[in-house]
């Protein structure tokens, strides 16, 4: 599948993101304290960083690549803050008294949506045969290497999150297999995705473990 800079392409982009948005919704009805942990789908950042990057490594142009990303996060947050609205009317878990729709959370991530866009016009430097690309294939590792380490801990920590931690290994696997064959430097690639993974989860995960 590859982007295009057209209609059909961008519409595609709207129904992926909704499909997402629908997937994290059911997802978040299991409940968070189990092994299986599926419900971490929308709390955590390996589904958006896995499907995220796939949107730009489909894309046809930096310009498509943020483009894309916007409309596949902005749906997915929209579709997924309007059915929680809807299931706050049956179920007092997802209620809330404040209004329909959490605005001040679907603000937040339709902001976030914006960055990652950028972000995305950015990464998509990685098509340029350079050593700087080997760089740019490993920062969405970067992310799923620092998440990975921080679900192995919770797993050992508190028996949850392992549907969190398989999600991540797997998404690590693939993208890593795509990016090896395209990357200029495979140990510029390899050597920043782990440096840069161990230092994400020392910053963000461990202190919160630990």
Known sequence: MKFQNNVKSYLTAIGLGAAAGLLTTVLNLFPYDTLWSFSSIASAFGFWIITTTLVIYASCSNVNAAVNTFLYLGTMN?????????????????????????????????????????????LYYWNRDSKFSSFL???????????????????WQTHTYLFQLLMDAAGLAFLLSRFWKKAASKPLLLATAAVGGAAGAYLFYLPNLL
């Open 78 to 122: 929209l579709v997924f803050y309007s059915m929680q609205g809807v299931l706050g009317l049956f179920l007092p878990r997802f209620y809330s008294v404040d209004s329909f729709i959490n605005w001040g959370l679907l603000k937040r991530f339709t902001l976030l949506a914006l960055l990652c866009a950028a972000v995305a016009f950015v």
């Open 137 to 155: 294939y490993a920062l969405p590792l970067c992310g799923l290497v620092a998440e990975l380490i921080g679900a192995c801990v919770f797993l």
